[in-house]
Nanobody, 122 residues
């Protein structure tokens, strides 16, 4: 059974940092492109960042470029999302996802976590 478990969310003030982690079980991290998505109340789920299987090439949504960094440690079977200079508009549930191709389209990801809440106060 495949499970992706996110952790690291919380309540912070604007300008602070958080690091989210995603630890899959039942799959080998190195075999998948890993992505982070988020969903704010009343809004659709949106792409945040992704990282390729080997080589770790990353791609970001314009809204987080320069503030967020996605990384992976295949040896630890963990993917991270370092979030700096957080803004109130970053408030959302953040989801980790695993898929076969490097894409920003959520439907192309096969496995999803249950999400972790990030709340940024002004």
């Amino acid at each position: 059974q495949v499970q992706l478990v996110e952790s690291g969310g919380g309540l912070v003030q604007a300008g602070a940092s958080l690091r989210l982690s995603c630890a899959p079980s039942g799959i080998t991290l190195s075999a998948y492109v890993m992505g982070w998505f988020r969903q704010a109340p009343g809004k659709e789920r949106e792409f945040v960042a992704r990282i390729t299987r080997i080589g770790g090439r990353s791609f970001y949504a314009d809204s987080v470029k320069g503030r967020f960094t996605i990384s992976r440690d295949n040896a630890k079977n963990t993917v991270y999302l370092q979030m700096d200079s957080l803004k109130p508009e970053d408030t959302a549930v953040y989801y980790c996802a695993a898929g076969p191709i490097a894409t920003i389209t959520s439907t192309h990801y096969d496995y999803w976590g249950r999400g972790t809440q990030v709340t940024v106060s002004s």
